[in-house]
C-alpha cells in the first residue's frame, strides 16, 4: 500500500513531463457567459514547462524518503496540476486559476512544515493573494477595454491603459518573484517551509513569476520615447522594471551575506537572482531575454540542487545554522560537490552555465548602453561570492562545530540522485552553452518575434559583441588541473597530512574543541563597517509591513466596538440613522 | 359647539387625531424600547408600536359613518361600508404580534430563571 | 385522481408535514420526515425547471391579482426554493445523522425547522405584500425559536436578543406595508407597483426608508447588523447555517425583489443599497479580522457575503445580477458547509476560540481538510465555485468599466483571505499535546451531507454551465419588471 | 596542435619570467624609495624556487591540496585566453575562444578556488582573509568593469581582439579616445593586484597574512608562481585594451612595465587602506567618476 | 667569523648529537646544490620576539641595514618562515610557543639564538622561570653572542648561517627529528604537564616521511 502510494506519486510527479512530450493541439472548456478557457503549448511555456518537467521529479524521489503521506501527495499533485494549467492557458482566466491553485496548494504544503509560524503563513498567502488579485484587477481592466481575456489581446492598447496595465500586472509578478520591496514573504517562506519544498518554491514557483513577467514587454507604454530617447536606448518602463530589478538583486545578496541560516541564505539568494532576470526582462532585447530564459533556466538547476542538498544536510544533522555546522567534507563529499557545483553555478562563474546566463545579460545590458545598471548588477554578482563562499564554508569547512556535524553521515541515495544528475546537467550546460541556445532558448525567441541568438556550434556562445567556447574552456582548464595535479604529485616529497585539525598556526597557541574555529556566521559581519552595506543591512521592510498589519488590526479593533451586545443600542443606532436619513432627504428634497 | 363637534366628524380631521395619537403612542414605544432595560417592559414596548402600527391602519382606512363591512339584514351592496381588507390585516397582525410576544415573554421568563437576570443591559454571554 | 402540482406546495407541504409532527413523533419518523420533505421538494424544484423556464407560472388562489393573492414561480424564485430545500435537506440530513444534539432531533425543532422552510419559500413566492409580511412573521417566530432551541443561558440571550430585533424591524416593514396600503389601497406587489409611482415624493421616500430599514436589520446590512455575531455565536451551528444560508437569502431577495419591482428606475436606489452593500462588505471583514471565536468569525465572514451580494444586486446589470444569484447559492452552500463543520467541531472541542483548536487537523482531519475547502470557496479561488461567481460579478462591473466595486471587492477578498488563512494555520499548527481520543459517534457518515457539498462545489466550479442558463434566466426575472407586472397583471381567473 | 602547445608554453613561460622580473623591479624600486640597496631583481624567483623546494608541505584534506591547483588552472586559463600579441599567431593562447568578460571572470576562479582551501585548513585567520579578499573584489569589480565596459560601449564589442584592432596608432589608443575609462579602471586594477594601498587583504602583518596563513612549502611556491603569472596576465590585457596592444615583445614589454611603473608608484606611496576603506574608496571616486564617465560618453556622446 | 673548532663544555653536546648525522656538505649534486644555493638566498624570518632581542631585530629591516638585500624578510607565518629567531632570554611560558611554532615550520628551517641568554642564560643564570641553554629544546643552528648583539652582527650570523646552507651543512632540524626523544624528554622536564601537543612531531617517529 506505501509503496503502491509512492510510485503513484513518483508517477505523477512526471505529469509535467508527460504534458511536455505528448501536448499536440488546443484544447477548450467553456465556463460561461461566453468565457472559454484555452488551452495550448507555446513555445514560451513550453520552456517552463520544461524547468517543471525537469525540476518536479527531482524533488519528488527525495520526498519518497519520507513516511507516505496521502494528502501532502496530493497537495504537490494539485500544485502541479495548477503550475501546468497556468503555463498552458491560453487566456487570463485559465492563467489565474493555475495561478491561484498553485498558490494556495502552495500554502498548504507550507504548513505541513512544522517551523511554519503564523507570521510565516500569512504574508506567504497575503502577499500571493495581493499578487493574484492585483493580477484579476489586470485582467479585468484589460476586458473592459478589448472585451477579450485572451493574452494577445494586450497588442495595441493606448498608452495610458498600457500604462495601468503595466503596473498592475508588473506589481502583480513583482511580488511572486519577490522583488523588493515586496519580498517579506519569500525567506519567511523559503525559511519555513518543508526542505524539499522550498527547493520547488525558489527553482519552480518563481520561475511562474518570470512566466508573467514575459509578458511586459509588450506592455511597455511607448509615449515616453521622444523624453528618453535620447538617454536611453529603450522604453522607460523597462529601465524602472530593470532598476527594481537591479536593486532587488544588490540589497538582496547583501541580506543573503548576512544570513546565519542556510535556507535563509538561499532564499534571499533567489531573490537576487530572480533580480537579475527581471533585469533582463527590462531590457528587452532578444540577448537580454535569452539571458533572462537562460538564468531561468540555470537558476531552477542551481537552486534545485542547492536546496535538495541543504536539505539532505539538515536532514542527517538536524542543523540549519552555519555555526552548528562544519568539516562536512569528508563526511559527506558528494553533498560537498553538490553545492560547489551549485555555487559555482550561481555566482556565475566560467565554465559552469550560469556564466553564459551572466554574460548575455552583459552584453544585453552593454548593447543597450544602460551601463550604471551594469554596474550595479556585477556589484550584485560579485557580492554574491561572499555568500556562494559563505554556503560552502559555513556547512563543509573549517571545524564541526557540533555534535552532530561530528558524527553525520552522507545524505541518503535518494537525496544522491537528484543531486548527481543536476551536476551532470549544470556541467553538461557549462560545456555546450550553444546547444542550450539552439535547442532551448532560440525556439523561444522566435516564438516571441524576437531574433534568435544563435549558435555556430554547441560547444559556442556567440553574440554580435563576441562569444566564447565551452568546450575550449573546459578542456583547457582541466588539462591544466589535470597537469599541474599531476606534476606536483610526481614530485611529491615530504608532503604530509596534518595529524590534527587544530595544527593550525596560530600564533603559536595551541588551540583546542573549545577554541572558537569556526568563522561560519560571523562572515560578512565586517561588511557593516562599509557605509552602503551597514545601511541596507539596518533597514528592513518588516516594520512597515507589522505596522500596516498593526494599524489594520487597530481600524478592525475600533470597527468592531459598534458590535457590542447591547440590543438597545443596535436599536437606537437604527431609529438614529432611520430619522437623520429621513430629514436629510426631506430637506434637501428627494 | 356642534360646528366644533361637526368638525370632528370630518374625516380629515378625524384621521389626523388618530394619526397624531397613534404616533404618540409609537413614540412612547420608541421611548420604551430605546430606555427601559427591564426585558418585559421592552415586550411590551414593542407591543405598544405594534399596535400603534395597528391603530393607524384602522382609523385611517376607516372614515366617520360607513358600517361595518357585514352582508347581513337586507344589505346587499357594499355600498357606505368601510374596507374590510385593513381589519382582516390588523386581526392577522394581531395574533402574530401575540404569538411573537409570547415567545418573546416565556423566553424572557425562562432566561430570568436559568440567570436571574432581567436586564438587557446584563444579557452579555455572547461577547468575546 | 391526479396530482396537481402547484407551487403552493412549497409551503403547504412543510406545514402539512409540521402539523403532523405528533405522529412522526410516535412512528419515531421525525427525522426521516424532515429529509425527505425537503428532498421531495428540491426534486419537485428541479423537476419544474423545464416549465419554469418557458414561462413563469403564476398559481392564483380564489380569484386573480390584484385582487386575490397569487403565488409567482418564476426562475428566480424557483433558483431560491430549491436552493433552501436543499439547504434544508443538507442540514436535516446532518442533524440525522449526527447525533450530537438531542435538542435537535425533537418535536419543536423538527415543527420550527419545517417552518421555517416554508416561510422562506412563501417569502420569494409570494405576490402580496401583506402575505409577505405574514411570511416574514412565521419565518421570523420559528427562527426567534430555533435560536433559543437549546433553551440554555446563551442560546435564550440569543433568542431573545433576536425577538428584539427582529418584532422591531417587522414593525417597521409592517409601517411601510401599513402606509403602502393606505396610499394605494392596494396589497398586490405588482398593482402596487404601478401606483408606487403616483405617490408624493415623500412618502416614497418614507416607505422606501421604512422598507429599507426593516429589510436591511433582518438581510444584516450594516449598520443595521450588529446583532448578527451574538446571534450565531449563541444558537446551535445547525441553525446558524440555515440562518446564513436560507433566511438572509430570503430577505435579500424580498429586498431587491421590491426595489426593483417598486421602484420604475432603480438606478435611483442604486447608489444607496451599493453604498450600503460595500459598507457592509468592508466593515464586516474588517471586524472579522480580530474575531477569536469561529462561529463570531463565520458570522462576519457571512455579513461580508453579503454585502457583496448586495453590492453586486444593487448594481442592477444582467451580468452582476446573476453573478451575484450565483454567489448566493455557493454562499449558502459554503456557509452551510463551514457551520455543519463548526457543529462537528463543537462535538469535538469545548469551545472554538482560535486558542483552543490548535492542531485541529490532528484530531479532525477531514474537518479540517473540508475547512480549507470552504475557506478557499468563499475567498473566491479557483477551482471552487466561488471564483466562478466573483468572476461573474466582477466581469459585470468590468463590462461597463466600473471599477471601484471591483477595487472594493479584491480588497475585501484580501482582508478576509487575512483571517481564513489564520484559522486554517491554526488548524494545521504543530502541537505537542497528543491527539484527543475520538468521541463516541464521530463517524464518517457525518460527513457525508459536507461531502456532498464540498463535491457541488468543485462541479460547479469546474462546470458553471450547467447553472448558466437558470442563472441568467433569473437574473432577468429579477430585473425584468415589465415582464412582471404584465404577467400578473394581465392574467384572467 | 603543436603550435598550441609551444605557444603555450611560451606564453605561460614569458608569463612566469615577466613576472617575476616586474616583482624584483618593484621590490628594487622600492627599496630605493625607502633609500635601501634592496634585494637583487632575481629575488622573486629565488624565493619561488626556495618555495618550490622546500622538503616539507603540510597539507590540510584533499581541499587543501586541490585549492593551489584550481588557483593555478585557472591562473594558467586567465593566460592563455588573453592574447598577448596584436596581429601575430603567437602568443594568442586560446584567446579567439574568449572575451573580455569572460577573462575578467576567469581572473576570479582561481582566487575562489584557493578560497576553498583555505576554508579547508580551518584556520579562521584564512577564512578572515577570504572574506576581506571577497569583499575588496566586491568593491574594485564595479568601477573595474564599469571602465571595460565603458570601453566595450565605445567598440561596441566584447572581443579584445577587436578591440585591439580598432586602436591603430598612438592617436586611436583608447586611452587618448576614452581617458576617462582608464582613469576609472586604473585605481581598482591596481587592487586586484595586490598592490598597496589595497593590499590589506595578504600583507604579512595584516590578520596573520590573510589567506595564505596555512600554506606552505610546495604549496606556497605554487601560489607565487601562479600570483606572478596572473600579474602579468592582467598588465597585458590592460595593456591590449587602452595601450593599443603590442606587435611586438618588445612593445609588450615595454606597455606592461609602463603600467606596472604606474602600480608601483602608487603603491609606494600611499599608506594602506582598511577593507571597508578601500570599498568605500572605489564606491565612491573611480565609481563616481565612471558616473561621470557613462553620463558623458552614453548619454551625451559629444564625439 | 667566531666559529670555534673545539668544543668547550657545554657545546660538545651538541657536537656529540651532531656526529651521528653523516658529513656529506661536499657530496652535493648539481641539483642539491642549487637547491640549497636558492634557500641561502632566501630566508624568511618567522616575526616572533621572545626577549628583549627583538627590539634589535627592527632595525635590521629598515633602510639603516637593510637585510632583505641579503634576501632576508620577516613571515608572519610559521608555515612560511625558514628561520626562526629566538631572541634573547626565553620565559618557559614562552617556550611552550617556540616549540610549537617552530614544529610548524616545514624544513629546512633554522633556528638562530641571539644572545647570551640562549647560550647559558646571561644575566637570568638564576631566574627560575626562564631556560638557561636553548639547544637542549631546540637545534640551534647559529649563536650570535652579545648582551645584546648589534644588527651588524646579526647580519654576521646570518651570512654565516647562509653559508653553512650553501655548504650543505647539516641542519639543526634534522638533528632535532633524529633525537626527537632527547629533545622531548629535556622539553618534558621544564614545562612538565604543560607540553604542546604531540601531534606536531609524531610523524618523525615513523621515518620523518607521513
Not at chain 3, 415624493?201 to 422606501?208: C, H, P, R, T
Not at chain 4, 588573453?82 to 593562447?93: A, R
Amino acid at each position: 500500500m506505501n509503496l503502491i502510494t509512492k510510485l503513484l506519486f513518483l508517477g505523477l510527479s512526471f505529469t509535467p513531463a508527460a504534458t511536455f512530450f505528448t501536448w499536440d493541439g488546443a484544447v477548450a472548456w467553456s465556463l460561461f457567459n461566453g468565457i472559454t478557457l484555452s488551452f495550448d503549448l507555446t513555445p514560451l511555456s513550453a520552456f517552463f514547462m520544461l524547468l517543471l518537467a525537469i525540476g518536479a521529479p527531482l524533488i519528488a524521489v527525495p520526498m519518497l524518503r519520507e513516511k507516505s503521506d496521502e494528502s501532502a501527495y496530493a497537495l504537490y499533485a494539485l500544485l502541479l496540476l495548477g503550475m501546468q494549467l497556468l503555463l498552458l492557458a491560453g487566456d487570463f482566466i485559465g492563467f489565474f486559476i493555475g495561478w491561484e491553485m498553485m498558490t494556495w496548494s502552495s500554502y498548504l504544503l507550507l504548513l505541513r512544515s512544522p517551523r511554519t509560524d503564523l507570521e510565516g503563513a500569512q504574508s506567504y498567502i497575503l502577499f500571493n493573494l495581493a499578487s493574484a488579485f492585483l493580477l484579476l484587477a489586470g485582467m479585468l481592466f484589460l476586458y473592459s477595454i478589448t472585451d477579450d481575456f485572451r493574452i494577445q489581446a494586450v497588442d495595441g492598447l493606448l498608452t495610458a491603459d498600457k500604462l495601468v496595465l503595466f503596473v498592475l500586472f508588473s506589481l502583480a509578478f513583482l511580488i511572486k518573484v519577490g522583488a523588493l520591496p515586496l519580498h517579506l514573504w519569500v525567506p519567511r517562506s523559503y525559511d519555513q517551509a518543508p526542505d524539499l519544498f522550498s527547493a520547488f518554491l525558489s527553482a519552480l514557483m518563481s520561475k511562474m513569476g518570470i512566466y508573467g513577467l514575459m509578458i511586459l514587454p509588450l506592455l511597455f507604454p511607448d509615449g515616453f520615447s521622444e523624453i528618453s530617447g535620447r538617454f536611453l536606448n529603450g522604453p522607460v518602463a523597462g529601465y524602472v522594471l530593470a532598476w527594481i530589478g537591479v536593486i532587488t538583486a544588490t540589497i538582496a545578496t547583501f541580506k543573503a551575506i548576512s544570513q546565519e541560516d542556510m535556507k535563509r541564505l538561499l532564499a534571499y539568494s533567489s531573490i537576487a537572482q530572480v533580480g537579475y532576470i527581471v533585469t533582463a526582462l527590462g531590457v528587452g532585447s532578444s540577448l537580454a531575454i535569452g539571458g533572462a530564459l537562460f538564468q531561468a533556466l540555470v537558476h531552477t538547476l542551481v537552486k534545485l540542487l542547492l536546496f535538495i542538498t541543504i536539505a539532505g544536510i539538515i536532514l542527517q544533522t538536524g542543523h540549519r545554522r552555519f555555526t552548528d555546522l562544519g568539516q562536512l567534507i569528508s563526511r559527506m563529499p558528494i553533498s560537498f560537490f553538490g553545492v560547489l557545483i551549485g555555487i559555482i553555478g550561481l555566482a556565475g562563474m566560467p565554465p559552469l552555465p550560469g556564466f553564459a546566463a551572466k554574460y548575455l545579460m552583459y552584453v544585453g545590458l552593454i548593447e543597450a548602453h544602460w551601463l550604471l545598471l551594469l554596474a550595479a548588477m556585477i556589484l550584485a554578482s560579485t557580492a554574491s561570492f561572499v555568500y556562494c563562499y559563505k554556503l560552502i564554508y559555513g556547512p563543509f569547512l573549517g571545524h564541526a562545530n557540533s555534535p552532530e556535524a561530528k558524527t553525520a553521515t552522507e545524505a541518503p541515495w535518494q537525496y544522491l540522485i537528484p543531486q548527481i544528475i543536476l551536476m551532470g546537467m549544470l556541467v553538461a550546460l557549462g560545456i555546450f552553452p550553444g546547444w542550450a541556445i539552439d535547442v532551448l532558448i532560440d525556439p523561444v525567441l522566435i516564438g516571441l518575434n524576437m531574433t534568435p541568438i544563435g549558435a555556430p556550434t554547441w560547444a559556442q556562445l556567440s553574440t554580435n559583441y563576441g562569444g566564447y567556447d565551452g568546450v575550449v574552456l573546459m578542456s583547457v582548464f582541466a588539462t591544466v588541473f589535470v597537469l599541474i595535479t599531476a606534476l606536483f604529485l610526481l614530485i611529491r616529497g615530504n608532503m604530509h597530512r596534518a595529524a590534527s585539525p587544530y595544527d593550525l598556526s596560530f600564533c603559536g597557541e595551541v588551540p583546542t574543541a573549545d577554541t572558537p574555529l569556526h568563522y561560519g556566521a560571523g562572515m560578512g559581519r565586517e561588511l557593516r563597517r562599509v557605509p552602503l552595506i551597514g545601511w541596507i543591512l539596518r533597514h528592513t521592510t518588516t516594520g512597515f509591513y507589522a505596522g500596516l498589519t498593526r494599524q489594520t488590526q487597530a481600524a478592525a479593533g475600533v470597527i468592531g466596538t459598534l458590535y457590542g451586545s447591547n440590543p438597545q443600542t443596535w436599536l437606537l443606532l437604527a431609529v438614529l440613522i432611520f430619522a437623520v436619513t429621513l430629514t436629510i432627504q426631506s430637506v434637501t428634497g428627494a | 359647539m356642534l360646528e366644533v363637534l361637526e368638525l370632528f366628524d370630518r374625516p380629515a380631521v378625524l384621521h389626523s387625531i388618530y394619526l397624531i395619537g397613534s404616533l404618540i403612542l409609537f413614540f412612547i414605544g420608541l421611548y420604551g424600547l430605546l430606555a427601559k432595560r427591564h426585558l418585559l417592559k421592552i415586550f411590551v414596548s414593542i407591543e405598544i408600536m405594534e399596535l400603534a402600527v395597528y391603530l393607524i391602519l384602522i382609523a385611517i382606512a376607516t372614515t366617520p359613518g360607513e358600517t361595518a363591512p357585514i352582508l347581513s339584514d337586507g344589505f346587499t351592496a357594499f355600498t357606505s361600508m368601510s374596507d374590510p381588507i385593513p381589519q382582516a390585516l390588523t386581526l392577522t397582525a394581531i395574533v402574530i404580534g401575540v404569538a411573537v410576544t409570547a415567545l418573546g415573554t416565556s423566553m424572557a421568563i425562562q432566561y430570568h430563571r436559568l440567570t436571574g437576570k432581567v436586564s438587557v443591559g446584563e444579557m452579555t454571554e455572547l461577547k468575546d | 385522481m391526479t396530482l396537481h402540482f402547484t407551487p403552493v406546495w412549497f409551503i403547504a407541504v412543510p406545514l402539512l408535514l409540521a402539523f403532523l409532527a405528533p405522529l412522526w413523533v410516535r412512528w419515531r419518523l421525525l427525522m426521516p420526515v424532515l429529509f425527505s420533505a425537503q428532498v421531495a421538494l428540491f426534486v419537485l424544484a428541479l423537476s419544474w425547471l423545464p416549465t419554469v423556464r418557458i414561462a413563469p407560472i403564476l398559481e392564483t388562489i380564489v380569484i386573480a391579482p390584484p385582487l386575490g393573492i397569487h403565488l409567482h414561480l418564476d426562475a428566480i424564485a424557483l433558483l431560491l426554493v430549491a436552493l433552501f430545500s436543499f439547504a434544508g435537506a443538507i442540514v436535516s440530513a446532518f442533524i440525522w445523522l449526527d447525533n450530537g444534539a438531542a435538542h435537535l432531533r425533537e418535536r419543536p425543532a423538527f415543527i420550527l425547522m419545517l417552518l421555517l422552510i416554508a416561510g422562506s419559500n412563501g417569502m420569494v413566492l409570494t405576490g402580496d405584500i401583506f402575505n409577505l409580511y405574514v411570511f416574514i412573521e412565521i419565518v421570523g417566530v420559528s427562527a426567534y425559536a430555533l435560536a433559543a432551541i437549546r433553551r440554555d443561558k446563551t442560546a435564550l440571550e440569543a433568542g431573545l436578543k433576536y425577538v428584539i430585533v427582529g418584532s422591531v424591524a417587522a414593525i417597521f416593514i409592517l409601517f411601510a406595508i401599513v402606509l403602502l396600503y393606505l396610499q394605494t389601497g392596494q396589497l398586490n406587489i405588482a398593482a402596487l407597483a404601478q401606483a408606487f409611482g403616483n405617490m408624493p415624493a415623500q412618502m416614497q421616500l418614507l416607505i422606501g426608508l421604512l422598507m429599507l430599514i426593516g429589510l436591511s436589520i433582518k438581510a444584516e446590512l450594516f449598520p443595521f447588523n450588529f446583532w448578527v455575531p451574538d446571534i450565531y455565536r449563541g444558537s446551535d451551528p445547525e441553525i446558524t447555517a440555515l440562518y446564513s444560508g436560507v433566511l438572509v437569502k430570503a430577505f435579500l431577495f424580498v429586498l431587491f425583489h421590491l426595489t426593483f419591482i417598486l421602484l420604475a428606475d432603480p438606478t435611483v436606489a442604486r447608489n444607496w443599497l451599493m453604498a450600503l452593500g460595500a459598507i457592509t462588505m468592508i466593515v464586516a471583514e474588517l471586524v472579522a479580522l480580530r474575531q477569536n471565536d469561529l462561529r463570531r468569525m463565520l458570522a462576519y465572514s457571512s455579513l461580508g457575503q453579503v454585502g457583496l451580494i448586495t453590492l453586486a444586486l444593487a448594481f442592477a446589470s444582467e451580468a452582476t445580477t446573476a453573478g451575484a444569484l450565483f454567489h448566493m447559492v455557493n454562499h449558502t452552500l459554503i456557509k452551510v458547509l463551514l457551520f455543519l463543520l463548526a457543529a462537528l467541531m463543537l462535538r469535538q472541542y469545548a469551545s472554538l476560540k482560535l486558542t483552543d483548536v490548535h492542531g485541529l487537523s490532528r484530531t479532525m482531519p477531514l474537518a479540517a481538510g473540508l475547512f480549507v475547502l470552504g475557506a478557499l470557496a468563499v475567498l473566491g479561488l479557483p477551482p471552487f465555485s466561488g471564483f466562478i461567481s466573483k468572476l461573474w460579478i466582477l466581469k459585470g462591473f468590468a463590462d461597463v468599466q466600473t471599477f471601484w466595486p471591483v477595487a472594493l471587492i479584491l480588497t475585501a477578498a484580501l482582508i478576509e483571505a487575512g483571517y481564513y488563512f489564520r484559522w486554517i494555520r491554526v488548524f494545521y499548527a504543530p502541537t505537542d499535546a497528543l491527539p484527543m481520543a475520538k468521541i463516541e459517534g464521530e463517524k464518517t457518515l457525518n460527513y457525508a451531507p459536507l461531502l456532498v457539498i464540498a463535491g457541488l462545489l468543485i462541479v460547479l466550479g469546474v462546470a458553471p454551465f450547467l447553472l448558466e442558463d437558470w442563472l441568467q434566466q433569473a437574473a432577468q426575472a429579477l430585473l425584468g419588471r415589465e415582464a412582471l407586472l404584465n404577467a400578473v397583471l394581465g392574467v384572467q381567473p | 596542435m603543436a603550435h598550441y602547445i609551444i605557444d603555450a608554453l611560451a606564453m605561460l613561460g614569458m608569463s612566469y619570467v615577466m613576472g617575476f622580473l616586474f616583482y624584483g623591479f618593484y621590490r628594487q624600486f622600492n627599496a630605493r624609495v625607502q633609500r635601501r640597496w634592496g634585494p637583487s631583481v632575481f629575488q622573486n624567483f629565488f624565493d619561488n624556487m626556495k618555495f618550490l623546494f622546500k622538503t616539507e608541505t603540510i597539507i590540510h584534506g584533499p581541499m587543501f591540496f586541490f585549492g593551489p591547483m584550481i588557483i593555478f588552472a585557472g591562473a594558467v586559463t586567465t593566460v592563455l585566453f588573453v592574447p598577448y600579441l596584436k596581429d601575430s599567431n603567437w602568443l594568442q593562447g586560446f584567446s579567439h575562444s574568449g572575451n573580455l568578460i569572460l577573462i575578467i571572470y576567469l581572473l576570479v576562479v582561481g582566487p575562489l578556488g584557493n578560497a576553498l582551501a583555505v576554508g579547508s585548513s580551518g584556520n579562521p585567520f584564512g577564512v578572515m582573509g577570504v572574506t576581506r579578499g571577497l569583499t575588496r573584489l566586491m568593491g574594485l569589480e564595479v568601477p573595474f568593469l564599469l571602465g571595460l565596459a565603458l570601453v566595450m560601449v565605445q567598440h561596441e564589442t566584447a572581443s579584445v581582439h577587436a578591440i585591439m584592432a580598432a586602436q591603430t596608432d598612438f592617436a586611436h589608443w583608447n586611452l587618448m579616445t576614452n581617458p576617462i575609462a582608464f582613469i576609472v579602471m586604473i585605481l581598482p586594477f591596481m587592487a586586484s593586484q595586490h598592490a598597496s594601498p589595497f593590499d590589506v587583504v595578504g600583507a604579512p602583518v595584516e590578520v596573520y597574512a590573510g589567506p595564505r596563513v596555512e600554506f606552505s612549502g610546495r604549496l606556497l611556491g605554487v601560489l607565487m608562481t601562479q600570483n606572478m603569472m596572473m600579474t602579468v596576465a592582467k598588465l597585458v590585457l590592460i595593456a591590449d585594451l587602452f595601450l593599443g596592444g603590442a606587435t611586438t615583445i618588445w612593445a609588450l614589454i615595454a606597455k606592461t612595465f609602463a603600467l606596472f611603473l604606474l602600480t608601483a608608484a602608487v603603491s609606494t606611496s600611499f599608506p594602506r587602506l582598511r577593507t571597508e576603506q578601500t570599498v568605500d574608496f572605489f564606491w565612491k571616486i573611480p565609481l563616481g567618476l565612471g558616473v561621470i564617465g557613462v553620463i558623458a560618453t552614453v548619454w551625451f556622446p559629444w564625439s | 667569523m667566531y666559529h670555534h673548532e673545539h668544543c668547550e663544555g657545554f657545546q660538545c653536546e651538541q657536537q656529540q648529537l651532531e656526529a651521528s648525522l653523516a658529513q656529506s656538505g661536499s657530496e652535493l649534486g648539481a641539483l642539491d646544490r642549487l637547491m640549497a644555493w636558492f634557500r641561502q638566498r632566501s630566508l624568511f624570518v618567522l616575526a616572533y620576539g621572545t626577549g628583549c632581542g627583538a627590539i634589535e631585530m627592527r632595525p635590521l629591516m629598515t633602510s639603516r641595514f637593510d637585510a632583505e638585500r641579503f634576501g632576508i624578510i620577516g613571515a608572519a607565518t610559521p608555515r612560511q618562515a625558514d628561520v626562526l629567531v629566538i631572541s634573547g632570554y626565553l620565559a618557559i611560558k614562552t617556550l611552550k610557543r617556540v616549540i610549537r611554532s617552530y614544529e610548524q615550520m616545514q624544513a629546512p628551517k633554522y633556528v638562530i639564538g641571539l644572545g647570551s641568554c640562549t647560550i647559558n642564560g646571561g644575566m637570568y643564570w638564576d631566574s627560575y622561570n626562564t631556560i638557561k641553554q636553548l639547544d637542549h629544546y631546540i637545534p640551534v643552528d647559529m649563536y650570535v653572542n652579545g648582551c645584546m648583539p648589534r644588527p651588524e652582527a646579526l647580519i654576521e650570523g646570518f651570512v654565516a648561517l647562509q653559508q653553512r646552507i650553501a655548504a650543505g651543512t647539516p641542519s639543526g632540524f634534522e638533528r632535532y627529528r633524529a633525537n626527537i626523544d632527547w629533545y622531548k624528554a629535556n622539553q618534558r622536564r621544564v614545562l612538565g604537564d604543560n607540553m604542546p601537543p604531540d601531534y606536531t612531531y609524531d610523524w618523525y617517529h615513523a621515518g620523518g616521511v607521513a
